[in-house]
């Protein structure tokens, strides 16, 4: 059960942090980062100072214990520190306590608990400072009334008085403060000549001792504690501070983009002329904004295709249903007065053309692909719908055709193309139709001219839109629907290709060129 829980424990953060706003998001982990940073850096700064402080107070430590040892070693009875007070006592090797300061005095056993005592100079009075750490024990209290209020508490130091009780109670002052705390100590080897010694160890009359010279950690502490406060409080202060502007900034950037939601949220399909503002800023919200003003010129362009589309084909299709009705209701109110045959060819006719309509907006309505692509030769469609449109009695005639044409492609779409342009080529001839297909190796080109009335220039485009009639009257008596040139089009644009119309020809009337691809695995 326990280790089911773990997982979706895990899985509860990310879950909140994809609920918060985007810049909410940004702000924290911006905040965070600013956090982590900044208090890196104020733990290094920390660490820096504090160890330079200590580093400092060692070298302070130093110099004081060779000017001490300069002292002792001159016979000089008292021994201080001037600057810092620091502790200090000087042991000669019979053990005994030649000078103590700070307090060192009144602590139990420190003589025990110091460093071993460095080998001493054999030419010289005084050696180096060596460095060692001592962990202070406790302070004597054999007379702790004499020390000590009745509540226990230390009597406060003197302020003027020097006499030696004064001296002593300052002395054991300092020990309480020594007592129980682990310090660094110079150790340093002393030599005293004979005329200088008063309690000799040695034969010739000579003292040999150890200064002991206590480093209490408190300066270098002091000197990092003052920057303790500021960086606890600034550090987090900071953090906010990124995490604020981060929020505004945040704020600030998606301004656009919440213009852009609020015009978008206003388009209906009445006012899809509205486009979403374009920030002045090259960055991606200026992309997103000319993105969606494409989309949105798309999307009205599709639209008002579409209310064409639904209009004309309400128009078209109103004809042959109002006419195949007429038939129906003539023949049943008068049954008796009308030719049967007539009027069954009649509606045959109109169903016919519903069909056909039909049928062609279907294809137009079908997805951008072919359904399926194989390896289909133009030339030999071609010749074969030619030959087809002879044997009708049209005057179809093909020329310079190569042995093979192949392209990618859907056969039957393919094959309703050519015919489209066929019919239409027939539809406006006057003479003759030519069929005519080039390739280059690359692409094949396929143009089908009639000699009939030329197109205008504006004409060369109205000639691909839906239900575009140029000769309306010609076209309903030939049964067309106004779809043949739009449909061809449309399949020569799923195949990758082109279909245009220009009438500057050499010979009158007007050509349909169509470019496709050919294969890329295949020469020819």
Same mark, same amino acid.
């Given at each position: 059960m326990t280790a089911q829980r773990h997982p979706s424990r895990r899985s509860r953060t990310p879950a909140l942090l994809h609920r918060l706003p985007g810049q909410a998001r940004i702000a924290l982990v911006a905040g965070v980062a600013a956090l982590v940073l900044f208090g890196t850096g104020a733990w290094w700064l920390f660490q820096h100072v504090r160890a330079d402080a200590y580093r400092t107070t060692d070298n302070r430590a130093y110099e004081l214990s060779v000017q001490l040892a300069g002292q002792a070693a001159a016979g000089e009875e008292i021994l201080s520190d001037p600057l810092r007070g620091w502790p200090l006592i000087e042991i000669d090797r019979a053990g005994r306590t030649v000078a103590a300061a700070g307090g060192t005095r009144n602590l139990i056993g420190l003589r025990t608990l110091l460093p071993p005592p460095p080998d001493q100079p054999p030419h010289r009075t005084t050696g180096s400072p060596q460095r060692g750490t001592v962990h202070v024990g406790a302070v004597d209290e054999r007379d702790h009334d004499r020390f000590h209020r009745p509540d226990g508490t230390l009597k406060p130091p003197p302020s003027s008085d020097t006499s030696a009780e004064q001296k002593a109670l300052i002395a054991h002052r300092q020990a309480h403060v020594l007592a129980h705390r682990t310090m660094t100590v110079f150790a340093t080897a002393v030599h005293t000549p004979a005329s200088a010694c008063r309690m000799p160890t040695e034969a010739d009359g000579s003292?040999?001792?150890?200064?002991?010279?206590?480093? $209490?950690?408190?300066?270098?502490?002091?000197?990092?504690?003052?920057?303790?406060?500021?960086?606890?409080?600034?550090?987090?202060?900071?953090?906010?501070?990124?995490a604020a502007l981060a929020w505004t900034a945040a704020r600030r950037s998606l301004r656009p983009v919440e213009a852009m939601r609020r015009e978008v949220a206003e388009i209906t399909d009445t006012s899809l002329d509205r486009r979403v503002p374009v920030p002045d800023a090259r960055d991606p919200v200026r992309s997103l904004a000319l993105t969606t003003n494409t989309t949105l010129d798309r999307l009205e362009t599709a639209v008002e295709r579409q209310r064409r589309f639904v209009a004309d084909a309400s128009h078209e299709l109103r004809s042959p249903v109002a006419a195949l009705r007429y038939e129906l209701e003539t023949a049943l109110a008068h049954p008796d007065t009308i030719d049967a045959h007539q009027t069954l060819h009649n509606a045959l006719t109109a169903t016919r053309r519903i069909q056909t309509l039909t049928e062609d907006l279907l294809l137009l309505?079908?997805?951008?692909?072919?359904?399926? *692509?194989?390896?289909?030769?133009? +030339?030999?469609?071609?010749?074969?719908?030619?030959?087809?449109?002879?044997?009708?009695?049209?005057?179809?005639?093909?020329?310079?055709?190569?042995?093979?044409?192949?392209?990618?492609?859907?056969?039957?779409?393919?094959?309703?193309?050519?015919?489209?342009?066929?019919?239409?080529?027939?539809? &406006?001839?006057?003479? +003759?139709?030519?069929?005519?297909?080039? @390739?280059?190796?690359?692409?094949?080109?396929?143009?089908? &001219?009639?000699?009939?009335? $030329?197109?205008?220039?504006?004409? *060369?485009?109205?000639?691909?839109?839906?239900? @575009?009639?140029?000769?309306?009257?010609? @076209?309903?008596?030939?049964?067309?629907?106004?779809?043949?040139?739009?449909?061809?089009?449309?399949? +020569?644009?799923?195949?990758?290709?082109?279909?245009?119309?220009?009438?500057?020809?050499?010979?009158?009337?007007?050509?349909?060129?169509?470019?496709?691809?050919? $294969?890329?695995?295949? @020469?020819?």
């Open positions: 003292c040999r001792s150890t200064l002991y010279v206590l480093v $209490p950690p408190d300066d270098a502490e002091l000197a990092a504690a003052s920057l303790r406060t500021p960086l606890m409080t600034g550090v987090p202060l900071a953090a906010l501070l990124v309505a079908r997805p951008d692909h072919p359904a399926a *692509y194989s390896l289909i030769d133009l +030339a030999g469609l071609a010749a074969e719908l030619v030959h087809e449109y002879r044997h009708r009695g049209h005057p179809v005639s093909l020329r310079g055709t190569p042995d093979q044409a192949p392209v990618r492609g859907d056969g039957a779409q393919l094959h309703r193309l050519l015919r489209n342009l066929l019919d239409n080529a027939v539809r &406006h001839a006057r003479t +003759a139709v030519v069929l005519d297909i080039t @390739t280059d190796g690359r692409a094949h080109t396929v143009t089908v &001219h009639n000699d009939g009335t $030329p197109l205008a220039p504006d004409e *060369y485009e109205r000639v691909f839109e839906r239900f @575009t009639r140029l000769d309306e009257a010609r @076209t309903r008596d030939t049964g067309g629907s106004g779809l043949g040139l739009a449909i061809a089009r449309d399949i +020569a644009e799923r195949h990758h290709g082109t279909l245009t119309a220009h009438s500057d020809h050499p010979r009158p009337g007007t050509t349909f060129i169509l470019v496709l691809p050919g $294969p890329p695995d295949t @020469t020819v």
